[in-house]
């Protein structure tokens, strides 16, 4: 047990700052509403991640099931979860200096973002499996579909260029994950 706590409390520390970094990032809309401008895809997946976030640091609590630790589970995990800090800093850079703006920046940065999330999606299926093997048989069919779907679409991503298709995307990401997430864990 005293494993668990120390894990949770790294993954609560690195998935709060991936968080308190999309929020820093957002408000500046608020504090500065003329001096960025908002890009409606961009701030979707904004959303869309901030949903993978609090996915993923309710779906640890499924940790608890690991009753033996290795430096191995625990390095993973923590790779892992730096993984969406990633994303989140690439949503939201430092500077847009050489950018037009959200729209002009998230055009020339899609690919490293789908590139991460594509390798955010094959960390699930590990971080799954390290809950135990009864674990990783038990998620049903659709986990896999899910995961094998949202790579497909990751890479597609990464080759078009078109926004209507980037716009839908997005908009079919978060529906999809919304609706898992309720059906999941709203399930008595």
């Not at 995990?77 to 949503?91: G, H, S, V």
């Not at 048989?137 to 298709?165: S, T």
Request: with cysteine; charged share 15%.
């Amino acid at each position: 047990m005293e494993e668990l706590t120390h894990i949770k409390s790294i993954i609560g520390i690195i998935l709060g700052l991936s968080l308190t970094h999309l929020i820093r990032g957002s408000v500046i809309f608020i504090h500065h509403p003329g001096r960025k401008k908002i890009y409606f895809v961009h701030s979707l997946w904004v959303f869309y991640v901030f949903l993978l976030i609090i996915h993923f640091w309710w779906w640890e609590f499924n940790l608890k099931l690991i009753h033996e630790w290795y430096f191995a589970d625990y390095f993973f995990i923590i790779c892992y979860i730096l993984i969406y800090y990633l994303l989140c800093a690439i949503l939201y850079p430092d500077d847009l200096a050489d950018y037009t703006g959200y729209e002009d920046y998230f055009y020339s940065r899609k690919n490293w973002f789908f590139a991460i999330l594509t390798i955010s999606f094959g960390a699930d299926i590990i971080d799954t499996a390290i809950k135990g093997g009864n674990y990783f048989l038990y998620n049903q069919n659709e986990y896999f579909v899910r995961i094998i779907i949202h790579i497909i679409l990751c890479l597609v991503a990464i080759k078009v260029h078109n926004k209507a298709f980037h716009t839908v995307l997005v908009i079919i990401f978060i529906v999809y994950e919304l609706s898992y997430i309720l059906r999941l864990f709203n399930v008595e």
